[in-house]
Every structure is written in structure tokens, then in C-alpha cells.
């Protein structure tokens, strides 16, 4: 059964700095990992999918890896705004029931 | 392209109740996932729907059920409200495993649902 975790559970930085969040997984047979963004009391927007067979997705100032061996996926956010301020989740497929499991995310405040 | 949308966006029940919920897919997807937020968590997967017929399911008893139409908009239904059904009920819409970066989940606003 793969369960998800991400650390820091919360996590406050000033405008501009690079940061980057962590999404750790049990099941390395892992089919795929998404990572979302949810504004509070919002649904969740896609940020990047990374298949198994990849090791990193870029999207502007988003950047997400994939480490099948050590159970490990990290989203880097580059030159950080306020406007990206949100509650950030990663969410792992398995191989073979292709069930998501979530962890419960990283709250992100970019103070100005 | 539309987006996912569902419906209500907010719901206030009794204990033992039933509620339907709603959901759209976006446009050209033909499958269709639940799932339940509580808050301060992660979504949990309820389950999936694939042209019609349930795909997969979560750790969540009978009294959860849906329903896929034939232009791939979805129903969930809950009997027996209990106070824990409290939550933000998320639908996403997606192409099906195996298809790359169609897998994508598009995931509509939710309904926040109460349960008194």
C-alpha cells in the first residue's frame, strides 16, 4: 500500500528566495507522481506529472524530480512571489491499482 | 475547452441523510475520480469511473456510491450520513492509465459538504 509524506508540513520564506519542497513514497514501483497546488477552500490545480520512466518535469519556475530508488520526489520553486503562496501536494500512483495517494501537503506563505 | 465543474458548491445535511453530488468533466475526458478532503488533509481516493463502470475504489464502505452517463459527467451519492462525512468533495477528470501525460488530473472547485 504506498503511502505519502511530505515535509515541512508548513513553511514561511521572503519574496525571491528558491525553495524547494519534499514528497517522500513507500512504494518504489511507482507508476507516476503529481504535484498540485490548492488555494484554501479551492480545488486542486496541476502543476507537473512526472511518469515513472522520467526523472524531472519543467514548468517556468517549477521544477519537479523523481527518484524511484530512494522513495523521493522534490518541487523546486525558483525565485519565489507572494501569488505563490498555497498549500502544495504531491500525489503517487501505483503500478498495477494506478489508486493515487496524496500526502497532505506543504503550506507555503511567500511574505513580501 | 471547459473545465471540470460540480455542483453544489456548498451543502448542509442531517445525520442520515442522503446527498447526491455532481460533476462535469472536462471536455474529451472520459474518466472521472472522487475524492473526499477532510480538512487539514489530503484528498482520499473514493474511486474511478471509466466509461460507465467503477474502475477502482478506495477504502470507503457501500453507503458511497456513483455513477458514470454516457457523456461522462458523474454522481456521487451518500446514504446514511454520518458527522465524519464532513469534507470537501473533490471530482477530477483525466484520460485513463496508460496514455503518458493524458493521465493528468483535472480537478473542478468541490463541494464542501456539512453534515449536522
Known amino acids: 500500500k504506498q503511502e505519502v509524506t511530505q515535509i515541512p508540513a508548513a513553511l514561511s520564506v521572503p519574496e525571491g528566495e528558491n525553495l524547494v519542497l519534499n514528497c517522500s513514497f513507500t512504494d518504489s514501483a511507482i507508476y507516476n507522481l503529481q504535484w498540485f497546488r490548492q488555494d484554501p477552500g479551492k480545488g486542486l490545480t496541476s502543476l507537473l506529472l512526472?511518469?515513472?520512466?522520467?526523472r524531472e518535469q519543467t514548468s517556468g519556475r517549477l521544477n519537479a524530480s523523481l527518484d524511484k530508488s530512494s522513495g523521493r520526489s522534490t518541487l523546486y520553486i525558483a525565485a519565489s512571489q507572494p501569488g505563490d503562496s498555497a498549500t502544495y501536494l504531491c500525489?503517487?500512483?501505483?503500478?498495477?491499482?494506478?489508486?493515487?495517494?496524496f500526502g497532505r501537503g506543504t503550506s507555503l506563505i511567500v511574505h513580501p | 475547452e471547459t473545465g471540470v465543474t460540480q455542483s453544489p458548491t456548498h451543502l448542509i445535511k442531517t445525520r442520515g441523510q442522503q446527498v447526491t453530488l455532481r460533476c462535469s468533466s472536462q471536455s474529451g475526458h472520459n474518466t472521472v475520480s472522487w475524492y473526499q478532503q477532510a480538512l487539514g488533509q489530503g484528498p482520499q481516493f473514493i474511486f474511478q469511473?471509466?466509461?460507465?463502470?467503477?474502475?477502482g475504489r478506495g477504502n470507503f464502505p457501500p453507503r458511497f456510491s456513483g455513477l458514470q452517463f454516457p457523456n461522462y459527467s458523474s454522481e456521487l451519492n451518500v446514504n446514511a450520513l454520518e458527522l465524519d462525512d464532513s469534507a470537501l468533495y473533490l471530482c477530477a477528470s483525466s484520460f485513463p492509465a496508460g496514455q503518458g501525460r493524458r493521465e493528468t488530473q483535472y480537478f473542478g472547485p468541490g463541494t464542501r459538504l456539512l453534515v449536522l
Open positions: 500525489a503517487g500512483r501505483s503500478g498495477g491499482s494506478y489508486i493515487p495517494t
Open positions: 512526472i511518469q515513472s520512466s522520467q
Open positions: 469511473y471509466y466509461r460507465e463502470e467503477e474502475n
